[in-house]
């Protein structure tokens, strides 16, 4: 595995191969890396000559410094798994190599109501700040397909915004994987390292409820459901932000359901100081 700290370097590195017209995948992430980044590189390594994984704990996402703060990083773990595991490239940039002008210059991405429903609602000009990290990194890198987790779903929808705003919807595309989980159904996520292990037993309870909505959805009215659920998680410890039926094209809440159109289920709760994300498809 090569490692690049600078984009020029990279860029260089990887024009010679797009001459030779290889494909290049790519797996941007923050880190404190698991088995749900690897099954990305891994879908990349089958489907590419060329796969450029990122870390870089995006400054401009974080709405609150103090999560920024308290952001696991385990830097020689992940090049250690990296390389076990085949990636060719890793780019580690630095802030000031992301944002040679700082990344307090606000950009206006024009995300629509993407932006400020669930995700968006609750944490304020976090897909902006994602959009400023993507663009660049799809700037640099050029990838042909890039590799995002379904874990994060709201944000698939807004990279691919993202993409239609760049104008390069002809040029990459867009593959998301599904989520990986542990035994007992937590999604994996870097954020899992924050849970003690009191809070760590009581973290499954997002997809036992994810379940519980997929086992009991009916069409008609969500709103007894929606409310059981989170009144499920909220009596196990759990202050949710939201636990939403969405149109899984559109992620338009729904109230009353037709029983025809592909919902998703999205939670988020915070159990003490750690705030986990979670979905399913219910149909
Ligand atoms: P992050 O480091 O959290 O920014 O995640 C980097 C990429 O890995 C994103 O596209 C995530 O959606 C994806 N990812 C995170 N957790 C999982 C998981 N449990 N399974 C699959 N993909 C994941």
Known sequence: MITFKKARELQEYLDQHRR???????????????DGHL???????????????????????????????KYPSSID??????????????????????????????RNYDLGYLDTILEGEFRPGHFQGVCMAVEKLLQIVQPNKLYLGQKDYQQC??????????????KINVRICPILREKDGLAMSSRNMRLN????????????TLIFLRQNIRNGSLRDIK??????????????????????????PINE???????????????????????????
């Open 20 to 34: 030779k017209n290889e494909d290049i995948g790519f797996v941007p992430t923050m880190g404190a890396l698991h």
């Open 157 to 170: 929808m807004i990279v691919a915004r993202l993409i239609q705003l760049m104008n390069l919807q002809e």
């Open 257 to 283: 359901w037709d029983a025809r159109t592909n919902i998703v289920g999205l939670i988020a709760a915070h159990i003490d100081n750690v705030r986990l994300i979670d979905n399913m498809m219910l149909n």
């Open 227 to 252: 409310k059981e659920a989170t009144e499920r998680l909220q009596k196990r410890g759990f202050k949710t932000d939201y636990v939403e039926i969405a149109n899984a094209k559109t992620l338009k």
């Open 77 to 106: 773990d992940d090049i250690f798994k990296l390389e076990t595991n085949g990636c060719d490239i890793l780019f580690l940039p630095t802030v000031g190599e992301i944002y040679p002008g700082g990344f307090n210059v606000k």
């Open 39 to 69: 099954s990305l590189l891994k879908t990349s390594l089958k489907e590419n000559k060329l796969s450029v994984c990122s870390i870089f704990v995006n400054p401009a996402q974080f709405n609150d410094p103090t999560d920024f703060k």
């Open 197 to 208: 292990n009191e809070e760590r037993a009581k973290a499954p309870a997002l997809y036992e």
